[in-house]
């Protein structure tokens, strides 16, 4: 009975969590908080789907927890003097009991919140109170959300309780007696088993309540939460999955890395509108350089034609261009053209509770402006150099080394024009561009979470084809993209290598369009699955696969490509690199310079240094920065990494 009612009781405190959260503009069926009556919970669906919306409110209140712990342990962010002690020993790796940035009870309580709709599900599905086919869809998702939630702990925490009932009391999990704390490697397996085990791996399909609050299978219409558009904000079972997989793979399980590459394609592949082809996340559709601004409707580092060289020609607005990826409207009106990129993300309403706490973290205008980019962070930006001759689609207006990636320049903002110095006065943007946007009414503002995009999909993608021995598939997807890589004539036109991708031998050509445009064995890897990719683009006749337009992820940025070694290896012959270590530290590298401040950058460190054994990659990579940007235990705290001390203490 008293497990009973403290259900109940959970129940009611995330429906009311729920309704001050959001108020739903499609027709839930949800009757108001003051309406509910609390002895009539988990009756129907409709009940399942209060809760279900009701722990992803509570689970908004993770987002600046996330971002602080995964992005200011790691080396590219730094505190400003705004800072509390507390962020100060996050960034500097001393933290003491009591620490609110380092408490696991966050998290616990929408774990122990996902164990209560879950319990609850298994029971209405034994009472016929719900279809096998809505359980399927409900309790994968809560199922998967818990499964990342644990992933999280796992990361910050190493050993953890690892708790899948419903619990009255948080503070139990403070008493070893009760429930023991497993390991990370452990943890792993009982996620992988757990999650791997659901019913529904897919999104929700569209026509079901929760979706487009009807029953019937019309057309559906999408249904949203105070405006916003609700798909994206659940999480993604498929990533959920691989991330796992990926992680069990970095701790001695090699195989791990084609079933993580498994789910992960069917990620990257998806239906763009309505169309029956799959399409490549990281598409480019077109990056045309024009006088008019409005040219650029694309993802890409974009210039004034011409002025490819002159960084104030950069296209830097909202709408257009790399940045758009972080300023497109989500509200009033959904562009939809961001689905290529944004796979998870969560929206604060400006109306509404919780606040955006990305305002309070990151702006100096309405904020306390507490982080700001690392010399690290700058120092790698600037470190990069953009094409030259010839580059750009063609145009030939690079005449000089130009140092700098541009999107150094769309990710903060230094009011001094400088961009080279840790001066305490740059701003990190990518939370901010609706907030700062002066054409926004304040009615229309609000604040975005990052979870999950197209560049650390690829990227982790990238890393298992690496690992499973195909080495030159990553480096077309971190470099010049896919049907560039796999042309044998674009690295020789008289004397093209086989390249292990195609049945035929190649004959000579004149230029990097094959003899008498015949695509049929290059631009495509003839790998097995998970790796089959075919990017072929040809003109007699005339066809284009989905994956043609693959710019890769420094060609969309036009940074020139990391060097590429011609050697043998076990997979490819003979474009590849000496040491796949070697393409891991690109890896690595390019994560910190596209998605910096996105959520990623401690767990990418963590997971390379355990999968290298070389404590070194994290240990460096965070001392080098308490040293560039001048804390005098900076030796003190790379030592303790360098010792494997990674972890947060768990206490409260």
Known sequence: MKRNLQRKFTLALMMTCFFMLFSCKKAL???????????????????VNSAILGIYGQFMGL????????????????????????????????VTIGNPWADPRPFYKVILNCNDVLYNLNIMLAQNKITVADYNYRY??????????????????????????????????????????????????????????????????????????????????????????????????????????????????????????????KVLEYVQ?????????????????????????????????????????????????????FGRTVYPTYDTKLDAVWIWQMFFPQATNPVDPFVDLFSQQGGRYLVQPSQTAIDNWNSQVQIQANGGNGNTNFTTTFHSDAR??????????????????????????????????????????????DVTLNLRYAECANRDGYGLL??????????????????????????????????????????????????????????????????????????????????????????HSVINSPNEAPFTVTDPNIQEQELLLEGGLDAAYEGHRWEDLLRIAIREGNNGILANAVGAKLTKDGYGGAVTAQANLMAGNWYLPFNW
């Open 273 to 325: 509108d309505g169309a029956t082809n799959n399409t490549y996340r990281m598409e480019t559709t077109s990056i045309l350089q024009s006088t008019v601004a409005a040219s650029f409707n694309d993802f890409a580092i974009d210039y004034v034609r011409y002025t490819e060289q002159n960084i104030n020609s950069l296209i830097s607005d909202n709408n257009h261009g790399w940045r758009s990826m």
């Open 140 to 265: 994968s998702d809560i199922g998967a959300l818990r499964s990342w939630l644990y992933l999280q702990l796992g990361i910050h925490f190493g050993s953890v309780p690892y708790v899948t009932s419903p619990l009255s009391n948080i503070n139990d999990l403070k008493d070893p007696s009760k429930f023991q704390k497993v390991d990370f490697p452990t943890l792993l397996q009982n996620l992988i088993t757990f999650t791997a085990a659901l019913p529904w791996l897919d999104p929700y399909p569209s026509v079901i309540t929760l979706i487009n609050g009807s029953t019937t299978i019309t057309t559906p219409t999408p249904a949203t939460i105070s405006g916003f558009p609700i798909t994206h904000q659940f999480v993604d079972k498929h990533l959920v999955l691989g991330d796992l997989y990926l992680w069990q793979a970095a701790y001695s399980h090699p195989e791990d890395y084609t079933l993580a590459a498994t789910q992960y394609r």
């Open 474 to 563: 990553t480096y077309a997807i971190l470099n010049n993209g896919l049907n560039s890589s796999f042309n044998p004539y674009t690295f020789s036109a008289t004397n093209p290598q086989q390249n292990g991708n195609g049945p035929a031998p190649l004959p000579p050509s004149t230029s990097s369009t094959p003899p008498n445009s015949d695509y049929t064995n290059i631009e495509q890897t003839f790998y097995p699955p998970p790796y089959d990719i075919d990017a072929r683009s040809g003109d007699t006749p005339r066809f284009r696969n989905g994956w043609y337009q693959t710019p890769g992820i420094r060609g969309r940025a036009w940074l020139t490509s990391y060097p």
């Open 408 to 453: 150094m320049r769309l990710t903060f903002y230094d009011p001094t024009g400088n961009y080279n110095a840790f001066n305490n006065q740059n701003v990190i943007m990518k939370y901010l561009y609706t907030y700062q946007d002066a054409t926004v009414s304040q009615t229309n503002k609000y604040g975005r979470w990052f979870l999950y995009r």
């Open 63 to 94: 987002a600046e927890q996330y971002v602080v712990l995964n992005e200011l342990r790691a080396d590219l962010m730094d505190v400003t003097p705004n800072a509390d002690k507390y962020l100060q020993e996050i960034s500097q790796h001393h």
């Open 29 to 47: 069926d949800i009757k108001p908080q003051s309406e509910v009556d609390i002895t009539q919970n988990y009756n129907n669906v409709t009940d």
